[in-house]
């Protein structure tokens, strides 16, 4: 995944829009860097990393609480989604 992708700051809607626009680049321009390429495999993956989030920021000590998510969670999970097996 893009390193632009990854340090993306996701403030506001506009921003997540923006954030959207570059993850769909990403896999049009690097399909192999995506674990999950199909939808039904990528909607699996997001459930997957949707559930063990909090477990992620706990780990990366990151003061997240993943049941009170703002725009960055959401863009957090799509990132996830992407290599999340």
């Known amino acids: 995944m893009?390193?632009?992708?990854?340090?993306?700051?996701v403030?506001?809607?506009q921003t997540f829009m923006?954030?959207?626009?570059?993850l769909r680049k990403d896999f049009?321009?690097?399909p192999e860097s995506w674990e999950n390429k199909t939808l039904p495999d990528f909607l699996?993956?997001?459930?997957s990393y949707t559930e063990d989030s909090q477990s992620y920021y706990n780990n990366?000590?990151?003061d997240i609480n993943a049941d009170k998510p703002n725009?960055?969670?959401?863009?957090?999970l799509f990132k996830g989604a992407t290599i999340y097996e």
């Open 2 to 9: 893009n390193d632009s992708i990854n340090n993306f700051k």
């Open 18 to 22: 923006e954030f959207l626009e570059m």
């Open 28 to 30: 049009l321009d690097t």
């Open 44 to 47: 699996e993956a997001l459930t």
């Open 11 to 13: 403030i506001d809607r």
């Open 71 to 76: 725009w960055q969670t959401f863009a957090d």
């Open 60 to 62: 990366m000590k990151q």
